[in-house]
C-alpha cells in the first residue's frame, strides 16, 4: 500500500510538472505579466476532492519547486509559491463545503492570482494592485475552465479506482 | 454533478469580477509623469519630453505622450510585448529585472 502510493503521488507530480510546462507556451502576458491558465491546478483539485488534503498539498509543492527548477527563475517561483499556498487553503475551505470540484477550482483560481497579487505588492509596492481585477477575472475564467476538466476527472472511475 | 445553484454563484462572482474590471478601465485618465523604478529606486520623467532611458538592462522609450521598452536583456520579453502605455495607472514590469515603469498623473 505504502509503494502504492508513493509510485501514485511521484507520477501525479510528474503530470503536474508536465502541464505546469505546457501551459507555459500559452501567452497571456499582454493582460498583466506572467499569467497562466493553471492546469496543473487540476492535479490538487482531484487529490483535493478524494480527501487526500496531505498528497495534495505535497504534489501542488514539488510542482512548484520542480516547475521554477526547471523553466522558472527565482522570480516566478516566489509568485507561483504564493499564488498555490493562497488558493490550496482557499481551495480546503471551499472543499469542506459540500460543493463539486468546479466550484473548488473556479475559488482556486481566483485565490491563486490574489496570492501572485500579494506577492507582486511585497516586491513592487502598491502600484501592482493595478492589475487586481483582471487577474483576478481571469483566475475565475480559468478556474471554471479547469473546474470542468476537474468535474470530469473526478467522475472518471479508472481516476477513482486508483487513488481509493 | 455541477449543480445548478453552483453555476449560479460562478456567474455572479463573473459578473462583478467583469463589472469592476470594467470600471476600474474607465477610470482611467491622461497621464504626465513616468515613474521608472529599478531594483527599488525611482526616478521620475515627464511624459510629454521625447527621451531614451537607459537602464542596465533594458532601454525605456518615451515619445509622442507613449512609453515603451525598446529593448530588455531576460528571456521573456514580457515587458517588450506589453507595448505602450500612455494613461495613468498603466505599467510595463519586467520581472527578472526587477524594473517598473508607470504612469502617473
Known amino acids: 500500500m505504502k509503494a502504492k502510493r508513493i509510485t501514485m503521488l511521484g507520477v501525479l507530480t510528474a503530470i503536474a510538472v508536465i502541464l505546469s510546462f505546457l501551459e507555459s507556451f500559452l501567452d497571456f502576458s499582454f493582460l498583466a505579466p506572467g499569467v497562466k491558465i493553471g492546469l496543473a491546478n487540476a492535479v490538487t483539485v482531484v487529490l483535493l476532492f478524494y480527501g487526500k488534503r496531505l498528497d495534495a498539498f505535497a504534489v501542488g509543492v514539488c510542482r512548484v519547486i520542480l516547475s521554477a527548477v526547471a523553466f522558472g527563475s527565482p522570480v516566478t517561483f516566489m509568485y507561483a509559491f504564493a499564488g498555490f499556498i493562497l488558493s490550496f487553503f482557499v481551495m480546503l475551505a471551499v472543499g469542506k463545503l459540500n460543493v463539486s470540484p468546479f466550484l473548488v477550482s473556479v475559488a482556486g483560481g481566483i485565490f491563486h492570482n490574489a496570492g501572485q497579487t500579494a506577492a507582486a505588492l511585497i516586491l513592487y509596492g502598491k502600484a501592482m494592485l493595478a492589475y487586481l481585477p483582471v487577474l483576478l477575472l481571469f483566475g475565475c475564467i480559468s478556474g471554471a475552465l479547469i473546474g470542468v476538466l476537474c468535474a470530469l476527472l473526478c467522475k472518471n472511475k479508472n481516476i477513482k479506482m486508483l487513488l481509493e | ?105
Open chain 2, 1 to 105: 454533478m455541477v449543480k445548478k445553484k453552483e453555476i449560479i454563484i460562478f456567474a455572479v462572482i463573473l459578473c462583478l469580477l467583469t463589472v469592476w474590471v470594467g470600471f476600474s478601465a474607465l477610470a482611467k485618465t491622461e497621464g504626465s509623469k513616468v515613474a521608472v523604478t529599478v531594483d527599488g529606486k525611482t526616478e521620475i520623467y515627464s511624459l510629454n519630453e521625447n527621451q531614451t532611458v537607459k537602464l542596465p538592462r533594458n532601454t525605456v522609450v518615451i515619445e509622442n505622450g507613449e512609453v515603451f521598452v525598446k529593448n530588455a536583456e531576460c528571456p521573456n520579453q514580457i515587458c517588450v510585448k506589453t507595448g505602450k502605455i500612455s494613461k495613468a495607472g498603466e505599467q510595463i514590469a519586467c520581472l527578472p529585472n526587477k524594473v517598473l515603469v508607470e504612469i502617473r498623473k
